[in-house]
């Protein structure tokens, strides 16, 4: 009996773990953000559009960085990478303090934009060193494995936004039958909410640059083996190569796709459920059992991965994701908010297993490889934004009109949908191509 190979090797065991935890470090700064478009929408007296800025920012700093990342580790080391990452991080995350004190959107939105070129760092270089921590015919398990952490910190990041961020807000107060008040206050009023609540948003953003810079301290203390590379950065050759490699071209734009949905998903759970007479306070709840079913979906698919090729399984969770969206869409009430709930699942193995699939068989040329991938978040950026236009046609408010009989903010999922069908045929492409190869 042939033995299975090793999902991690004893001896890369505990770089394994401290390279995992920063899965959960970015997951937490990913989800305490997601509910920030309402809060600001809210505070700020925004439309959909001027509130989506928040997740452009974000996730276009991603874009920016990603290919400097990839550069950066390949002259100097995975270990330089990150601590670098932990540093704009940290930063980026304290500079919430002075865009408090000015009241500044942009100023925020810097910051957010700062703070997501630590995390290209963090997953320009994780996601590949995690791949090559033990035997590649157990790399896709092994990268979903770390990936199931992702979750863990993105719970903890809602927790803080539910508990010290939209339950601490005075602009979400509302008067006996249900009301916003906010809205309604003179100037004067609005502006003494406006100073307190920005500064609620601030304290955790502050607490959280504290925490990274401590653990980028921890990380230079701990000595970890390093792929040091100080070679020539061949970028033109690599690039050819990458161009003729149709699983990398394809997977990039199916990364970007499948990014663009995840996060549209996770943003406007909020906004769908205001339309149902739901807070953004007690919205979380669906938010935090979005995470929870998608964690779920992790750790199963960890499992599944052992006797299911991930293409096929690709293929299979991209049509439930389908399903579900067109639930969100269509079904009425708490049951399109279920079904928008149960997406999370269906989501839960795409990130791992498309970035497995693209970079599979790419040797050296996968940590620039992995850099593209990490630019396909740009989807994050880009689509959000479109997803908030879709809901001002109307007006600022998200069920002003009616698009093919349901509320704009209803329709406006025919996004993610899109974005699913494209991850579908992605997967069925390259499992038709391994069929013929085998």
Same mark, same amino acid.
């Given at each position: 009996?042939?033995?299975?190979?090793?999902?991690?090797? !004893?001896?890369?065991?505990?770089?394994?773990?401290?390279?995992?935890?920063?899965?959960?470090?970015?997951?937490?700064?990913?989800?305490?953000?997601?509910?920030?478009?309402?809060?600001?929408?809210?505070?700020?007296?925004?439309?959909?559009?001027?509130?989506?800025?928040?997740?452009?920012?974000?996730?276009?700093?991603?874009?920016?960085?990603?290919?400097?990342?990839?550069?950066?580790?390949?002259?100097?080391?995975? !270990?330089?990478?990150?601590?670098?990452?932990?540093?704009?991080?940290?930063?980026?995350?304290?500079?919430?303090?002075?865009?408090?004190?000015?009241?500044?959107?942009?100023?925020?939105?810097?910051?957010?934009?700062?703070?997501?070129?630590?995390?290209?760092?963090?997953?320009?270089?994780?996601?590949?060193?995690?791949?090559?921590?033990?035997?590649?015919?157990?790399?896709?398990?092994?990268?979903?494995?770390?990936?199931?952490?992702?979750?863990?910190?993105?719970?903890?990041?809602?927790?803080?936004?539910?508990?010290?961020?939209?339950?601490?807000?005075?602009?979400?107060?509302?008067?006996?039958?249900?009301?916003?008040?906010?809205?309604?206050?003179?100037?004067?009023?609005?502006?003494?909410?406006?100073?307190?609540?920005?500064?609620?948003?601030?304290?955790?953003?502050?607490?959280?640059?504290?925490?990274?810079?401590?653990?980028?301290?921890?990380?230079?203390?701990?000595?970890?083996?390093?792929?040091?590379?100080?070679?020539?950065?061949?970028? !033109?050759?690599?690039?050819?190569?990458?161009?003729?490699?149709?699983?990398?071209?394809?997977?990039?734009?199916?990364?970007?796709?499948?990014?663009?949905?995840?996060?549209?998903?996770?943003?406007?759970?909020?906004?769908?459920?205001?339309?149902?007479?739901?807070?953004?306070?007690?919205?979380?709840?669906?938010?935090?059992?979005?995470?929870?079913?998608?964690?779920?979906?992790?750790?199963?698919?960890?499992?599944?991965?052992?006797?299911?090729?991930?293409?096929?399984?690709?293929?299979?969770?991209?049509?439930?994701?389908?399903?579900?969206?067109?639930?969100?869409?269509?079904?009425?009430?708490?049951?399109?908010?279920?079904?928008?709930?149960?997406?999370?699942?269906?989501?839960?193995?795409?990130?791992?297993?498309?970035?497995?699939?693209?970079?599979?068989?790419?040797?050296?040329?996968?940590?620039?490889?992995?850099?593209?991938?990490?630019?396909?978040?740009?989807?994050?950026?880009?689509?959000?934004?479109?997803?908030?236009?879709?809901?001002?046609?109307?007006?600022?408010?998200?069920?002003?009109?009616?698009?093919?009989?349901?509320?704009?903010?209803?329709?406006?999922?025919?996004?993610?949908?899109?974005?699913?069908?494209?991850?579908?045929?992605?997967?069925?492409?390259?499992?038709?191509?391994? !069929?013929?190869?085998?």
């Amino acid at each position: 009996m042939t033995q299975k190979p090793a999902l991690v090797p !004893k001896n890369l065991l505990l770089p394994f773990i401290l390279i995992t935890s920063l899965f959960a470090l970015w997951g937490f700064a990913n989800d305490i953000t997601n509910p920030m478009v309402a809060a600001f929408k809210r505070v700020l007296e925004l439309n959909n559009t001027q509130a989506s800025w928040v997740q452009m920012a974000f996730y276009g700093g991603y874009f920016t960085m990603a290919l400097p990342a990839a550069f950066f580790i390949k002259k100097y080391s995975y !270990k330089t990478g990150i601590l670098l990452g932990l540093g704009l991080y940290g930063f980026g995350a304290l500079l919430f303090y002075p865009a408090a004190a000015w009241e500044s959107y942009g100023f925020f939105l810097a910051s957010l934009y700062i703070l997501t070129f630590g995390l290209a760092f963090l997953e320009t270089t994780a996601n590949p060193y995690i791949l090559s921590m033990g035997p590649e015919a157990t790399a896709t398990q092994r990268l979903n494995l770390a990936q199931a952490f992702n979750p863990m910190g993105a719970l903890a990041g809602l927790f803080v936004a539910k508990q010290f961020i939209l339950n601490a807000l005075q602009s979400n107060a509302t008067d006996e039958y249900g009301n916003i008040i906010f809205s309604s206050l003179d100037e004067s009023a609005k502006a003494v909410i406006r100073t307190a609540d920005l500064m609620v948003i601030r304290d955790p953003y502050v607490m959280l640059g504290l925490v990274v810079i401590a653990i980028l301290v921890i990380i230079a203390l701990v000595k970890m083996p390093e792929n040091k590379e100080t070679g020539k950065v061949e970028f !033109k050759a690599t690039m050819g190569r990458l161009l003729k490699n149709r699983n990398f071209v394809e997977g990039t734009l199916a990364q970007m796709f499948y990014v663009g949905a995840q996060i549209m998903v996770w943003t406007y759970i909020y906004q769908y459920a205001e339309v149902l007479g739901i807070s953004n306070a007690d919205a979380v709840n669906y938010g935090y059992a979005a995470l929870v079913i998608f964690l779920i979906g992790r750790w199963v698919c960890t499992f599944l991965l052992r006797y299911i090729s991930p293409t096929k399984l690709l293929s299979i969770f991209s049509v439930l994701a389908i399903i579900f969206t067109a639930g969100a869409i269509f079904l009425p009430g708490m049951t399109g908010l279920y079904s928008l709930v149960a997406i999370s699942f269906a989501m839960s193995l795409m990130f791992p297993t498309i970035y497995g699939i693209a970079l599979d068989g790419l040797g050296e040329d996968s940590k620039f490889a992995a850099a593209y991938l990490v630019m396909a978040i740009v989807g994050g950026a880009i689509m959000p934004t479109l997803q908030g236009m879709i809901m001002d046609i109307g007006g600022a408010a998200y069920d002003d009109t009616l698009i093919l009989g349901v509320p704009e903010v209803n329709f406006s999922f025919i996004l993610p949908l899109v974005c699913f069908v494209m991850v579908l045929l992605f997967s069925l492409r390259v499992k038709k191509v391994a !069929k013929l190869e085998g």
